[in-house]
């Protein structure tokens, strides 16, 4: 199993930016493909963007393409979110994930962790 926490979050205004965090613990990191979600007041929980187990597949949701970059350091254990241009839409809880499944990272992960705030102010 793995245990995620998420770091990073914080209060920015719009088109400013933000870099989140998550480290990993318990098995490494490097055995799986990870995951950003968010969940904003009173909506369901989104899907942001995912990277395969080496790095070198990503996807983006359509709201976050060209402005999001999710990159993983396997030696430290680490994937991050670097949010560029944030808008006020982008303001949500927003929470690593992992998966055995580059397919389900994206969908249904198996493993969460608690979650950071990002708020944008306009």
């Known amino acids: 199993q793995v245990q995620l926490v998420e770091s990073g979050g914080g209060l920015v205004q719009a088109g400013g930016s933000l870099r989140l965090s998550c480290a990993a613990s318990g098995r490494p990191l490097m055995y799986y493909p990870m995951g950003w979600f968010r969940q904003a007041p009173g909506k369901e929980r989104e899907f942001v963007a995912a990277?395969?187990?080496?790095?070198?597949?990503?996807y983006y949701a359509n709201s976050v393409k060209g402005r999001f970059t999710i990159s993983r350091d396997n030696a430290k254990n680490t994937v991050y979110l670097q949010m560029n241009s944030l808008k006020p839409d982008d303001t949500a809880d927003y929470y690593c994930?992992?998966?055995?499944?580059?397919?389900?990272?994206?969908?249904?992960?198996?493993?969460w962790g608690r979650g950071t705030q990002v708020t944008v102010s306009s």
């Open positions: 990277i395969s187990q080496n790095g070198g597949i990503t």
């Open positions: 994930a992992a998966d055995a499944s580059e397919r389900n990272v994206r969908s249904a992960p198996a493993y």
